[in-house]
């Protein structure tokens, strides 16, 4: 990973800006924490805010009426920073834009509460804007709160048999990982197929040959836990367990579920950074995804931050979590749209700015920790039913219709899965309240969105005016998968 440069005194950097652009010759710059129940989370972020180095910064906190005592706690505890009560749990489109459409500095950005800043995080974003006229806002590099531990596990390989022509390693249950109280899941980055019920009933995945993790370490002793077993009618089946790339050890598994626990030191154990947003870059679909996030056999992972994140480039869009604008592009676009709750509204702001004239940028030399969905839960009902909507609202808005109608036909088609998995549950006499919390999810944003179609379709008309609505502004961001 390319080091950051050592910061600048601020008088030194302040002589690359212009007097004339800024009432000052440092531009200032207005950052906008949403909160909503963040006790806990928004008191470090909010700390580590002011303790940033630049000299012409203020911080508000909008409230969208948390319940849980964080808003005394942030007036008592931080006296120099603005506070606005919402009144109202407003979602981070309309909570946001009630801050920054009052703001009069130049530079504004958003940050979420559950993230921390490092001490020299503003100026490489100030100074990204400097350099281009046409960046109207720029993301730092987001990375994961905590580190994590590669773990690797090799076993020999069989094939099935049958139609099955897979290459298989073993049977993994369950991972997770364990510092003192702290309880975290392990990632399955690479080597592990999609969950599959065993003869009981129990989900389970199998590994192949060789399968990477990642266990998030936050600090201390940890401990891993494995839930494994060779399969039906297989025993004694050696299985090699290599952390953080040292000497392997060995253990024998059968074909019952058995509990592998590694206890880690808290030294000699090197826990790497993972990258959570490099930007934002669009799928062929015209759904969006995290540069630096990976889809494989349905499980999500997240690459470690190394060389391909290093250096400053384009992107399609900034993340909404952690970003800087000028105000004269938020302005021109009326902000956020205020028709999306959550999820969507960071690409779909980005996406209508771009056919205006503007672009993005992320800068690595800022970096901003994040505890990612430490506020909302992911995968929830809650979760589900605000990225579908998010989604077919911007598609609605800015897309070519084949890829609105794409959309609708995947979260049919996934709404009708989890009902089928929900049924069969139920015959068995197992509830699966998540696979009808996904139904249910799905069927709400359907809703929603037929409700909101009207202005939807006003905004459409606004964007067509400006440029076709063809797709054109996603083509040079598409990466392969």
Known sequence: MKAASPPRRADDRARRFHPDDTDAAVPRVCVVVLNYNGAGHVEPCLASLLATEYPALEVVVVDNASRDGSPATIQRQFPDVAFVAAGANLGFARGNNLALQRA??????????????????????????????????????????????????????????????????????????????????????????????????????????????????????????????????????????????????????????????????????????????????????????????????????????????????????????????????????????PGIFMYYEDADLCWRARRRGWRFWYEPASVVRHAHAALSREWSPGFIRNVEFGKLRMLGKNAPWPWVRRALAANLKFGGAAGLGASRSAVRGRPDAAASGEVRARAQALLQTLLAMPTTMRLRRLERQLAPLDGRELLPFFEAE
């Not at 773990?151 to 290459?167: N, W």
């Not at 592998?260 to 808290?266: E, F, I, S």
């Not at 900034?318 to 592009?329: N, S």
């Open 104 to 337: 009069s500095a130049p530079l504004l950005a958003v940050l979420n509460p559950d993230t921390t800043v490092e001490p020299g995080w503003l100026w490489p974003l100030v100074e990204r804007l400097a350099a281009d006229p046409l960046a109207g806002g720029v993301g730092p590099r987001i990375l994961y709160r905590h580190d994590r531990v590669a773990l690797t596990l090799t076993a020999p390989a069989f094939r099935p048999g049958g139609a099955d022509g897979r290459l298989l390693g073993v049977r993994l249950y369950a991972a997770s990982s364990h510092a003192g109280a702290a309880s975290l899941p392990v990632y399955f980055n690479r080597g592990v197929f999609g969950r599959e019920p065993d003869h009981a009933g129990r989900p389970f995945c199998w590994t192949g040959p060789v399968a990477e993790l990642a266990a998030p370490h936050p600090g201390g002793a940890l401990e891993v836990r494995l839930q494994l077993s060779a399969g039906d009618g297989r025993a004694n089946v050696p299985v090699h367990v290599t952390v953080d790339g040292g000497a392997p050890g060995e253990v024998r598994v059968g074909p019952v579920c058995q509990t592998l626990a590694l206890t880690l030191a808290p030294t000699g154990v090197a826990a790497r950074p993972v990258i959570e947003n490099a930007g934002i870059r669009p799928l062929t679909d015209g759904s969006m995804r995290d540069r630096g996030t990976r889809l494989s056999h349905g499980h999500v992972w997240h690459a470690w931050d190394g060389p391909d994140y290093a250096e400053p480039r384009e992107v399609f869009a900034v993340k909404g979590g952690a970003a800087l604008y000028r105000r004269e592009l938020l302005a021109s676009i009326a902000y956020f749209d």
